[in-house]
């Protein structure tokens, strides 16, 4: 047997569990475990400025590439505060991420030593597990252990703690013989999928609702022949955006209350039967619930058995891994439609269709200061159907949903549930450290920009290019307009005279000067026939300086943009497209 500090074991483990990266911050509890890392070598290193910078980093990884786990490494105490964000990110989203962190020597946890924290308990309710590893020779197996949990049932991060003491102490492991735990995910039987076909034989106006489990377990290609096959129109949730093309003529539109399309909510308030696959029946997806299930009947599928019913009761459910369930789905589709029992759905398809032809917004206006509208629709002109986009809350990722174009799963890379403010920055640069040939395009408002700016450094110094569309109204565009319903306009100003900068007319921080001053290349747009060729201009710089390219485009102050409450009353605060003159880079426009 080899032996080896518990430190060193645990690095032998993650490059056994396929890790080549990780992303992080040194300090002196952890330093024995970068000493390891050094030592066993086999993991590179992006040094992060922040260390929830560095989670959002390792959830950026996660997301971008099935089988990917992302890894964040840091010190003891504030450290592992810092990551509770990412982790709760990572949690709601079922995205499996590990987070290493130092801890106090054993024997002073109990006296409040200098930065000892228990973070085992303040991670516990956003992980799948959190362990404080007491005692060395429990280290490789509590590694192993981890990714077990993580790749099982519901994906989801772990948090492990590691005293310095323990990641000093020899203990005896055998790298050469060790191997991953057997990953379990439930699979649905035959009966069930011929049940839940059964009802969807008995409707007339079905829809499939795919989730972003469809895209965790890989399985977007069965998720489309199972659409192709049965001729059933595809509603993705924003999680599951890309699992059928944009353009394809079974893509039927994003439903929800924000981040929706007009005949998205139009073809879900005409069906009449919902199969759910991987989704979770988000509050902002379904909004008001007795609207969203009046006359519908329901079948849900889902990795987490307790996933199902936990918002309203299905008229049927069935726990399974996507992939597993769709498999079976395409099985019995095929020997159903052999058999001419499957009913035709050409005219529903058909109708879904000619709502997407025709209930469009507006994006096409030529005011100055820009409308955000018209910045999506040049987006659509220059950018490529293999870009990644990446984004995370406000106004501009919701308007960035309405009226981007996304052809393929894990392009649109999207914080959900928790929605934290700056996680842009550092998840666009975990998704080109994952795919570094990608082009990833980042989209923020100006305050998300603001909250974690300073990891634009990591990106200038680690050489990971892509190009970030910052849309500048100098607000909390988001909050200004829930503030409505309070008749308030309440502080969420981001506006003040830039002494140093007199040109952006108020808007307050030169975000160029800051950019540049981190190693990276900024260009700043104010009319809006100016916006297309900087970001032609972005290309370039991007792959000549190899930096991340800031694009900032300022807006008009005010702007409201389409929501509601409820699927059949969505406000639509400016003018709809009466033509595709008035919308030229729809998909309708486009096809």
């Not at 024995?32 to 959830?59: C, I, K, Q, T, W």
């Not at 890894?71 to 450290?79: F, H, L």
């Not at 759910?276 to 889902?302: C, K, M, P, Q, S």
């Not at 009319?527 to 792959?543: F, G, H, T, V």
Request: glycine content about 10%; aromatic content about 8%; hydrophobic content about 40%.
């Amino acid at each position: 047997m080899a032996r080896m500090t518990a430190a060193d074991a645990a690095v032998h483990v993650l490059r056994k569990e396929g890790i080549d990266v990780a992303f992080g911050l040194p300090g002196a509890a952890i330093n024995p475990f970068y000493a390891a890392m050094r030592r066993v070598g086999g993991v590179d290193h992006v040094l992060a400025r922040h260390v929830e910078g560095a989670s959002h980093m390792a959830e950026g990884y996660t997301r971008t590439k099935p089988g990917n786990i992302g890894v964040c490494i840091g010190t003891s105490g504030p450290a592992g505060t810092d990551m509770i964000t990412g982790l709760y990110s990572a949690s709601a989203d079922s995205i499996p991420i590990l987070c290493i962190t130092g801890q106090a020597p054993t024997g002073k946890l109990h006296k409040e030593d200098f930065q000892a924290v228990d973070i085992k308990a303040i991670a516990g309710p956003v992980t799948k597990w959190a362990i404080t590893v007491m005692e060395a020779a429990q280290v490789p197996r509590a590694f192993q252990q981890a990714f077990h949990l993580m790749r099982s049932g519901r994906p989801g991060p772990v948090l492990i703690d590691l005293p310095i003491d323990v990641q000093m102490t020899e203990i005896e492991f055998d790298p050469d013989t060790y191997e991953p735990l057997p990953v379990y995910k439930p699979a649905a039987t035959r009966v069930q999928i011929e049940k839940a076909l059964t009802m969807l034989n008995e409707s007339e106006r079905p829809l499939l609702v795919a989730g972003g489990g469809i895209i965790n377990a890989d399985a977007a290609a069965e998720l489309q022949e199972f659409a192709e096959l049965t001729g059933v129109p595809v509603i993705p949730t924003l999680m599951g955006w890309g699992t059928v093309p944009d353009d394809h003529p079974l893509m039927a539109g994003m439903v929800g209350l924000q981040t929706s399309h007009r005949y998205g909510n139009a073809t879900m308030l005409e069906s009449d039967f919902v199969i759910g696959i991987g989704n979770r029946w988000a509050n902002r997806h379904t909004g008001n619930l007795e609207t969203y299930t009046e006359g519908r009947t329901f079948v849900h599928v889902d990795i987490e058995p307790t996933q199902i019913g936990r918002i309203f009761g299905p008229d049927y459910g069935i726990v399974s891994d996507a992939k597993a369930a769709l498999a079976l789905f395409i099985e019995v589709a095929k020997e159903w439609k052999a058999a001419g029992r499957l009913k035709d759905r050409s005219a529903w398809a058909e109708s879904c269709q000619e709502r997407k032809r025709t209930m469009l917004r507006k994006t096409h206006f030529d005011d100055v200061p820009v409308k955000p509208q018209r910045v999506y629709e040049e987006m659509n002109k220059v950018f490529g159907r293999d870009t990644r986009y990446v984004s995370t809350i406000g106004l501009s990722q919701i308007a960035g949903a309405q009226f981007l174009h996304v052809y393929g799963a894990r392009h649109w890379i999207n914080c959900g549930q928790a929605g934290p403010l700056g996680w842009t920055i550092p998840a666009a640069l975990g998704v080109c450290r994952a795919d570094p040939d990608a082009n990833v395009v980042a989209l923020s408002g100006d305050y998300d920009f603001q909250f974690m700016i300073e990891e634009l450094a990591v990106g200038a110094q680690f050489k990971l290019p892509y190009i970030h569309v910052l849309v500048n109204n100098a607000y909390l565009g988001l909050i200004r307009q829930a503030q409505r319903g309070f008749d308030m306009d309440y502080c969420v100003q981001l506006s003040f005279e830039n002494i140093n900068c007199e040109e952006i007319n108020g808007y307050g921080v030169d975000h160029v000067s800051v950019v540049e001053g981190l190693g990276c290349k900024a260009l700043r747009v104010t009319k809006p026939d100016d916006i297309a060729p900087a970001l032609r201009k972005a290309q370039e710089l991007a792959q000549e300086h190899r930096v991340p390219v800031v694009v900032e485009v300022i807006l008009e102050r005010v702007t409201n943009i389409a929501m509601g409450t409820d699927l059949g009353g969505i406000n639509e605060f400016e003018a709809l497209a009466e033509n595709l003159e008035d919308a030229p880079s729809s998909i309708a426009a486009l096809t």
